[in-house]
């Protein structure tokens, strides 16, 4: 890129070099921004004989051309892609989503020091018309070779973010106490409610059983029956593993055990199973208290009917410190 003092007369379609001021100091234009016919006019008017403008030298792609080419292969899912002043583009959700990021492809792309992406965090809910990630150009123009390298990196690893669409999400919630079964329900069943507020989606089905291993299998089998998106266990103890109650109900209702323990804090003594698509999760003391635990991090994917793994879980512990 090289810079250029051209006649203001002759500068329409090209790229401003620097910002233009009036005398008493008020922004004309923006640095970046693309001349037109009616800024040519207001520019006359202004006193701006000459301005200096950016030109693109051989082998170079303008910032928004690059952006633009960048945020196409970035991800897939419901989200469009919008350009922004600076040599941006936005990537806005189309449609309430789960965003789902890949941190090695994300980090090599970063690298390149050309352009760079910003994300929202892993696992994290996004509204329709949230922003989920924004690619950044350097200055102006980058070379097309650089252009290439990134772009082959997302196409030979895949994509960077998904913005995995909450299609329908149906949610059910098995409370249980060992003596008094609806004091769970009457315990927790306001705090459930205000934490799928914060995803737009309510429990649909609901059931209170003794905590013991003959009524909490009827209650989880009951509830297979009715495949919701996601099981969500409330219970006013702390099982201490799989094969307390809760853990034995489940591996009785057919339930495949996935990951116990979660290096999140509240929300430890997570047991998450699968029975087929369907996750179960145990998480005990998570519905006593409105404020952000492991649920919060955890819920987001299953509503959009994406399988958490264990390693995922793991994963977890970098910023699970959550109170």
């Keep these: 890129m090289?810079?250029?003092?051209?006649?203001?007369?002759?500068?329409?379609?090209?790229?401003l070099n620097t910002t233009l001021f009036r005398n008493?100091?008020?922004?004309?234009?923006?640095?970046?921004?693309?001349?037109?016919?009616?800024?040519v006019r207001m520019l006359e008017v202004e006193g701006h004989e000459r301005i200096t403008i950016?030109?693109?030298?051989?082998g170079e792609v303008s910032e928004d051309e690059a952006v633009l080419q960048v945020a196409n292969e970035l991800g897939i899912g419901c989200f469009e892609i919008r350009l922004a002043a600076g040599g941006r583009a936005n990537l806005m959700a189309t449609e309430d989503c789960c965003v789902l990021v890949d941190d090695d492809i994300l980090r090599q792309v970063n690298l390149t020091a050309s352009v760079v992406i910003a994300t929202g965090q892993n696992f994290a809910y996004a509204k329709a018309g949230d922003r989920v990630a924004m690619v950044k150009s350097a200055p102006f123009a980058i070379s097309a070779g650089q252009l290439e390298a990134v772009v082959n990196i997302l196409r030979d690893r895949g994509a960077v973010l998904q913005a995995r669409p909450m299609r329908e999400p149906s949610v059910a919630v098995l409370y249980c106490d060992p003596v008094q079964p609806e004091r769970a329900r009457q315990l927790f069943e306001p705090i459930v409610q205000q934490r799928l507020a914060r995803f737009g989606v309510?429990?649909?089905y609901a059931m209170v059983a003794a905590e013991d291993e003959t009524s909490l299998t009827r209650a989880m089998q009951h509830l297979l029956r009715a495949?919701?998106?996601?099981?969500?266990?409330a219970s006013t103890t702390a099982p201490s593993g799989p094969e307390d109650a809760v853990g034995v109900a489940m591996q009785n209702a057919g339930c495949s055990f996935e990951r116990f323990l979660a290096p999140v804090e509240p929300g430890n003594l997570l047991l998450l199973g699968y029975k087929d698509e369907i996750p179960v999760v145990s998480a005990p003391g998570c519905f006593r208290s409105a404020k952000p635990n492991v649920v919060d991090?955890?819920?987001?994917?299953?509503?959009?009917?994406y399988r958490v793994s264990g390693w995922e879980v793991a994963a977890l512990g970098h910023g699970g410190l959550l109170a």
């Design 202 to 204: 309510q429990c649909r």
């Design 24 to 39: 008493g100091g008020k922004k004309l234009l923006a640095k970046g921004h693309v001349i037109n016919e009616d800024d």
């Design 227 to 233: 495949k919701p998106t996601v099981i969500l266990i």
């Design 54 to 58: 950016a030109e693109l030298e051989a």
């Design 2 to 15: 090289r810079a250029l003092t051209v006649d203001v007369r002759q500068a329409t379609g090209r790229i």
């Design 297 to 305: 991090l955890i819920l987001p994917p299953m509503l959009a009917r």
